[in-house]
């Protein structure tokens, strides 16, 4: 076998890491008298593998590795929650009393000297060493040759792993091959526990201190609340074989069942018809219709009276069409299947629990917990019992996180690969500002997290007074501040947060949540909708924008990068049959009112532009021709690319306006992929370069006569806000639920308090001091409490 087939095949490695063990086995295969210690270290990578939790992971490896490296011990020190500190959490060799009781300062001993070099320290004789500890615990008398290597992952040490011997000697190159390569594996192991809790639980079962799980942030607010799992139901794949000659009363279970499904999904339609646009609705229809189906109830009979059991004959006739499904090669359809066999488990759900039995969700605030999460999901819990939505799978633009803004519960997703029934049976608190979750948080850290709710509702109230106020500082200087929108149900929250206008409607949304692209005449129903609720007041319609994380569900983009791929612009223009009739509905839907403005997304280059202004056009004359009293509106360009940025001059003679969509300008800037947890914390508008992009794009933008919005995340951090209006932004575009925060900072600063911030950011170095200059700056105005680490 190739060896690093080896290597991915019995470990759970990332792939750097994966190549750097095969690089490191290689070198050992290629010596002859090696060979065996190839063996070796698959078995040890099997058994560690296999292990059923943490602690019997950890004494597998010191244990394997003690025989294999024929050594005298062999230890595994983790670091802590708060990296000060080792912690000897396994050994073979050394006093087994001192696990658990050892702890070593982060940068103590020959221990800490590996974890600070961070790569591996042969030492022939550790005690005349001038960094070795003696630790009397730990019965180390009489070994002196050393070999420390770091556990990694992702740039973080999470232990060390060490082997000693009583002669005094250095281990040979061999030798140190080996350990780094099972350090490798153990270090993707222990990742994994980190991330699942596992390891907090083992360095401090006496701590009360609860962690925080790290994901992405998906709808603001904070919620409380006991999970609920929402598909953990009768699963298919689990219904034994049976057989029956109760023909009648499996027929009747059946339609029983079927008639129960129905209900729900009708009583789910109802509850939540007040909170989603028709369109989302139309899924509970798709459901029904599905589930109605004749040839699925017609197979399920005949198996029935075949004389097989009610469940075993529903099973069939599902997995039958799920598997045709996914057979074909379209992820339209592999969707569906995947709806039929959640519906397929609803029914099979009733047949197996009885009519009486189905269970539902705990009287109380909860909060669905799921690896991906439908809609159906969210229609399971009465409104007023979901508090939040934990999601392990999606990113801050999945249809769930938009549908979770919209409905105004906090939210978190991509929290990664955790074992989903960790959560089961908690409580959990969820941060949707910072992306965070805490599963049966400590006293401690529920309270701080019930007084933020107070706070929050209070400063809600509080708030709700600037609502007729203007966005002006107080030496009287006004910036236009505005909402952002995707839904019609957002029309609603944007009036009352007392924006100006819609700075940014998301047009794809309404493209997202349906079975195929829209008509022109159901986008004119739409875009009208949102045009008069806000007329005289602008809306900035941002035309079709799909591609990187936001797909179609009925049209297929497959790409190896697709951030760097087939989106925004470049996807419209390349079908001018979408994009001329999505500018003819806007266009229509403008009519009379006269309080349109369309903008371009993801523009990267002045022809880009030049064929959309062209493409509008066409449309503006085909209307003409057809009799509607048609108007130009104002065209702005969306700069959120580094192109982009550095043509802003060009860009802008050819534009009405500029609008700066910050969240990709950071992630193309940084290059950091924003819905990865893996880099969140790379993921900083705040940092210099994006700061002086951003400023660039201003002063460029003013330079050729036309104002500059800024769109962005950035622009609902009440901080980061003041600084944009120093640096000159003409307007700014927030969530419904950030305009009053936002407002209240504008308000609490004058216009040159504003530019002198501005001009002190421009002059630092890191996003850190950045964000600190802005938090004091805050706090001096009294505006501490609203303040809100970007994550």
């Known amino acids: 076998m190739h060896y690093l087939h080896i290597v991915l095949r019995y470990s759970a490695l990332s792939p750097p890491i994966a190549m750097m063990a095969y690089f490191v086995i290689q070198k050992i295969s290629n010596r002859k ?30 244990n394997r590795i003690r025989a294999a490296m024929k050594v005298a011990a062999c ?39 590996v974890a600070e070099r961070q790569e591996p320290l042969n030492v022939a004789d550790a ?25 990694i992952q992702y740039r973080r040490v999470l232990g060390v792993l060490v082997v000693q011997d009583s002669a005094v000697r250095q281990f040979d190159s061999e030798e140190v091959d080996f ?61 034994p074989d049976r057989l029956s000659q109760e023909v009648a009363s499996e027929e009747a279970a059946f339609h029983a ?108 605030r909860c909060v669905l917990v799921a690896e991906d999460m439908s809609v159906a999901h969210l229609a399971a819990v009465p409104p007023e019992q979901l508090a939040g939505i934990v999601c392990l799978r999606g990113s801050a633009l999945s249809h769930v996180a938009l549908l979770a803004r919209a409905m105004g519960i906090p939210a978190v997703m991509g929290l990664g690969d955790r074992p989903l029934g960790r959560f089961e049976g908690s409580d959990i608190i969820v941060d949707g500002y910072h992306g965070r979750v805490y599963v049966n948080p400590d006293p401690a850290t529920r309270a701080e997290y019930r007084q933020l709710m107070d706070t929050e509702a209070a400063l809600t109230v509080g708030l709700g007074k600037l609502r007729d106020l203007p966005a002006e500082t107080q030496d009287g200087y006004h910036i236009p501040l505005y909402a952002k929108a995707g839904l019609l149900t957002d029309i609603a929250a944007a009036r009352d947060s007392g924006a100006e206008g819609i700075g940014l409607y998301r047009t794809e949304f309404a493209y997202m949540v349906r079975e195929s692209f829209p008509s022109e005449d159901e986008q004119y129903q739409i875009y009208r909708r949102m045009l008069a609720a806000f007329a005289p007041q602008p809306v900035v319609m941002r035309t079709l924008d799909i591609g990187g994380d936001k797909t179609l569900p009925y049209f297929t983009i497959e790409e190896n990068n697709p951030f760097l791929g087939w989106r925004g612009m470049r996807f419209t ?54 009799g509607w009293p048609v108007t130009r509106p104002p065209v702005g360009v969306m700069i959120e690319v580094p192109s982009a940025a550095w043509q802003t001059g060009q860009l802008a003679r050819r534009a009405d306006f500029l609008s700066v969509g910050t969240n990709d300008l950071t992630q193309y800037t940084l290059a950091v992929d924003r819905d990865n947890a893996r880099v969140a914390g790379l993921y900083d508008n705040l940092h210099p370069a994006v700061l002086k992009t951003v400023a ?60 002198e911030l501005a001009r002190q950011a421009l002059e630092l170095e890191t996003a850190r001091a ?21 994550a």
């Open 33 to 62: 008298e090696s060979r065996f210690m190839l063996e070796i270290l698959r078995r040890i990578v099997q058994d560690v593998g296999a292990a059923p939790d943490l602690s019997s992971a950890l004494a597998i490896t010191v």
């Open 75 to 113: 230890t595994v020190y983790l670091a802590d929650e708060d990296n000060r500190s080792h912690v000897l959490m396994a050994t073979a060799g050394l006093n087994p009393q001192a696990v658990g009781r050892v702890r070593l300062g982060h940068h103590q001993g020959l221990v800490g000297l």
């Open 127 to 151: 005690p005349r060493h001038p960094r070795f500890h003696p630790v009397c615990e730990v019965c180390e008398e009489g070994y002196h040759a050393f070999l420390g290597v770091p556990l």
């Open 179 to 239: 350990l780094v390569t099972i350090a490798a594996q153990l270090a993707s192991i222990l990742n994994h526990a980190i991330l699942s809790g596992a390891t907090q639980e083992l360095l401090n079962p006496l701590n009360t201190h609860t962690r925080a799980l790290q994901g992405v942030a998906g709808a603001p607010g904070v919620a409380m609340g006991a999970v609920t799992i929402p598909h953990l139901l009768a699963d298919l794949d689990d219904v």
């Open 257 to 364: 069942a079927i008639a129960a499904v129905e209900q729900e999904l009708r009583e789910a339609s109802d509850r939540l018809a007040p909170l989603l646009p028709p369109t989302e609705q139309a899924l509970f229809t798709v459901y029904r219709m599905m589930l109605s189906s004749d040839s699925l109830i017609e197979d399920t009979l005949g198996g029935i009276r075949a004389g097989r059991w009610a469940p075993t004959a529903w099973r069939d006739a599902v997995l039958a069409r799920v598997r045709l499904l996914e057979q074909a090669e379209d992820s339209y359809l592999s969707t569906r299947a995947e709806d039929i066999r959640d519906l397929g488990r609803r029914v099979l759900q009733h047949l197996r629990a009885g009519p009486d039995q189905h269970p539902h969700p705990a009287a109380g």
């Open 573 to 626: 223009l390349d079908h001018p049959e979408i994009f001329v009739t999505q500018l003819r509905a806007m266009l229509r839907a403008n009519v009379e009112l006269d309080n349109l403005r369309i903008l371009f997304p993801m523009i990267t280059t002045v022809e880009e532009l030049d064929e959309a202004l062209r493409l509008l056009a066409r449309a503006d004359q085909e209307l003409r021709e057809e």
């Open 696 to 755: 660039y794009i201003i002063e460029n933008g003013h330079r050729s006569g036309r104002p500059v919005n800024l769109c962005g995340e950035m622009a609902a951090d009440p901080g980061a806000a003041v600084l944009l209006l120093g640096m000159g932004v003409d307007s700014l575009s927030a969530s419904a639920t950030s305009v009053p925060r936002v407002k209240w900072a504008i308000r609490s600063f004058s216009h040159a308090e504003a530019r």
């Open 770 to 790: 950045v964000r600190q200059l802005l938090n004091d700056a805050l706090r001096r105005a009294g505006l501490g409490e609203i303040v809100h680490e970007s």
